[in-house]
Every structure is written in C-alpha cells, then in structure tokens.
DNA sequence: ACCTGAACACCGTTCAAGT
DNA sequence: ACCTGAACACCGTTCAAGT
C-alpha cells in the first residue's frame, strides 16, 4: 500500500521519470505512509529523499531540520480532524464528539500518532483542537489553570488509547503481526498461575484487542465520565 | 548533577583511573541520569560508554543492541515503583494507590516515562504493576478482556500524565527551561483573541504548571473516577 | 526558487581478536 | 567472562555550487 501511495505520488507508473514537485504536503504525505508502512523509524530524511526520487538535501529546502519534518506530519494528522460544529447539547456530549474527531484522525496512523502530543500548541490546526476543548472545560465550570492541565492531559489521553490499543502493530506485515500476537499470548500463558493468575487470564486481550470499536468507545466514555466526575465535585465544592 | 553521579560511579576524583566492573545495572543506571540531565536523544551507545570509560562495544556484552538497553532502563523504572500492600480497602483506592506509587517512580525520570509504556509485560517488575492493577479491576467487576483493555489505558494513561505535564522540561538546564517557558506564553498570549480566547486565558497555565502536585493529583482522580464510572454502568446494565 | 554533490561528524552494529 | 580495534552501513546536516 505504502508502494501505491508512492505510485500516485509520481503521477505516472514505474517507468515514470516525470514526478511532481517537492512540497511540504508531499514529503509530510510520504512520510505518513512511509511510518504507516514500516515504522516510525523507517522515517528518515534520506529514505523519503529515495522514494520521491530527490537527493536528500532538497528536503531542506522545505524542512529547516528533521524536526521540523515532524512538526510537519503532527500538522498533518491534526488537520486529518475533522472537528464537529458547536451545539447547543450539553458540554460533555460536545467534548466527547471533539476527542472521538481527535481519536479518528489518529487511528489510522498508530506509528505517529505520539507525534501530536507535544506539538497542539504549535500548529495551526492542532490550537484549534486545542480551544474547542478548552471551551468545553470550561463550560462545565473549570478555571482558565485546571483547564489547561485537564485539555493537556485528555489530548494526550486520546493519544495514549492509540498507543496502547492491546496488539498495536508498529509497521510489521499481517503475517508477522498475528505471529507476534500468538506468540506475545503464549508467553504470557505460560507465566506462573500462582503468581500471575490476573494476567493468565487477560493474556489473550493483552496480546490482541478483540474489538478495537469497543475498546475505543469505552475509553472515551472512561474520559469524559471521569472528567463529569471531577466536575461536580469542583462545583459541589465551591 | 549527571556529574555527581558519574563521580559516584567511577568511585574515585577526576583522576580516578580505578571504575567499576560494568553491569547491566550501572549501565542502566547511568543512561536514566544521562537522560534525565540531557534528554533521551543524548542516550547513545557510543556516549554512555565514554562515560563509563570504556569501549563502545563493551555494552554489547551486556546488553544485546541498543533496544535491549531501553528494555533495562524500563526495568529500572518498574524497579523504582514501591507497590502498596493489598489491604481490605475498597478497589478503587486500591487501585488509586497502585496507580500512584508508579507515578511517583515515573516524575522524576520524564524523559524516559515514555520508555515504560510497551515494556510493562516484558519487565519482571512491570508484570507485579500489570497484576496488581488487573485484580483490582477483577474486583471492581470487569471481565478478563474489559480489565486488559482498561489497565493497558491506565498505565498508559499515568505515563501521559507525566509526559504530558504542561511546561515538562525535555533536559535543558534551569534557565533556559524558565526561559522556554516565558517564550511560549508570550507566543500563546499573542495569538488572535478572537479565535483563540481560551487559550490566551489559559496560557499561563499551558506554558508551565503552576502546582504539579496539584495537576497529578487532579489526574489520578480523573482515571478512578472515570474506571468507578464505567463501572458502575457495567454493574448496572449486568 | 528549487535542487545537487561532496564532505563532516555522528550513529548502531559485526567480527575477529585480545586477556 | 569481559573487553578492545578496526571496519561497515547508515544517519542528519553544512556549504558551496548549479539551474
């Protein structure tokens, strides 16, 4: 698949010398795939210099360092959000479908998606987020300073529930993937019963999430309740 | 400070030719306080042997390449976490307790916390965390595969806590910290204050946290809120 | 404005060899 | 058992130069 968005990107086929010109959106799309593909580690300056047919340093042009080229693929992801409108439904409903948005964008690209926590605030798209979350937060009544903490961390959070889905793969092939999972849930099988009854029995689910829908859906409601929960006793409080 | 430790190591002054006999631990040891004085990307091979006084490929003796060594800095970490005695109390301080004693082992490493998420059940210290945490999800009545999902979160979720803290330093030194800090909230109070008015609000608080207690407090009351929540809902509808 | 070639300092890692 | 030296393939990045 990674070959396919090569493909398209050269705009002709294998013979193709013609390619388009080198952007910012290009090489941050490349990149994407190529971390999607096989790794975030497989994400190097001269690597997607080689599959755009361009030597490495043209990527300069466009990115002052491989930092840069991060911040470029975390800019990416947040503008793949696509943020609901404001309502007029209660502020947790609203909260719930801004992280579910969030959570949408990032799924499908596990390998990076721990690229955005530290760069919301640095991207245009990402301080959108950013301030329809804190909006919210503020709704249900929190400070300008325990807003900020709690947006910091239900950000993260939704990139925590990508990254630690049970059995995430981290750019192997399917084949080698299932392997990895039969072989991760055997080892855990096989641990001592009396000291390790718990993971004994979760080893399974450890190693695989049997329903990635099911597991994302109660993570958010895990969020947004526990959020609800301090809510009113912040409110009960004052 | 990372000098003071390397001192300690070495057992003897500046001119001390006499050093320790290498150890996976004192390996270990040094990488988390290399890490912690300059920032994960310092943490190299070639670097932590030069500070040991020794050969590069004398590490490959202990550790089998460079992910084994992170696989040892992550057991180091699980090691530092003084888990609380199982009592009689209800799950959810339990639970809370667990969750924080692996808190207050992850604060004062932020730059390797990262590290400990894909190595909780491959590290003998880290499977203990993963047990105690998934009884006490047992207890509060979940399912093998609900409590596999939802500790994965959960220590997942502490660890975002901790690298998610506003104004976290990443192994600058003190001033130059405070002075990223004062940059960046300047930067955020800067921005447009019509379509970003709760960020301009918050951004003392998004640029550094003002009482970390405070923060991490407020977070673990977030997660066993949020688990006490979904809980009860599954009581409920059981 | 956009890209190249050569060069530099740095990685992780292998392998044969030393004690 | 524990460590070294030389070598290899790979990084990111700079700088001067080409069109």
Chains 1, 2 share one sequence.
């Not at 799309?29 to 300056?45: M, Y």
């Not at 055997?186 to 399974?204: E, F, M, Q, V």
Request: contains cysteine; aromatic residues 6%; proline residues 5%.
């Amino acid at each position: 698949m990674y070959r396919v968005w090569l493909s398209i990107m050269k705009k002709s086929g294998s013979d193709g010398r013609t390619r388009e010109r080198l952007s910012r959106e290009a090489i941050a799309g490349g990149a994407v795939a190529l971390a999607d593909a096989e790794g975030l580690e497989a994400v190097t300056i001269r690597r997607l210099a080689q599959d755009h047919g361009v030597s490495p340093m043209a990527l300069y042009w466009h990115f002052k360092d491989k930092d840069q080229l991060l911040d470029g693929i975390a800019d990416r992801l947040f503008n793949d959000v696509d943020l609901p409108p404001v309502s007029t439904e209660p502020w947790p409903q609203q909260l719930r479908a801004v992280l579910q948005a969030l959570l949408a964008a990032l799924r499908p690209h596990p390998a990076v998606a721990g690229l955005v926590t530290s760069r919301i605030l640095t991207s245009e798209a990402g301080l959108n987020i950013a301030e329809r979350t804190l909006s919210h937060l503020r709704q249900a009544g929190f400070s300008p300073e325990q807003a900020a903490e709690i947006g910091s961390y239900l950000l993260g959070a939704v990139v925590t529930l990508v990254t630690c889905e049970p059995g995430q793969r981290h750019g192997e092939d399917d084949e080698a993937h299932e392997d990895a999972i039969r072989v991760k849930a055997a080892s855990l099988g096989a641990l001592s019963p009396r000291r390790y009854p718990n993971i004994i029995a979760s080893s399974g689910a450890l190693a695989a999430c049997a329903s990635p829908d099911a597991y994302y859906s109660l993570g958010l409601d895990m969020l947004i309740t526990g959020v609800s929960g301090i809510a009113t006793e912040a409110e009960a409080a004052s």
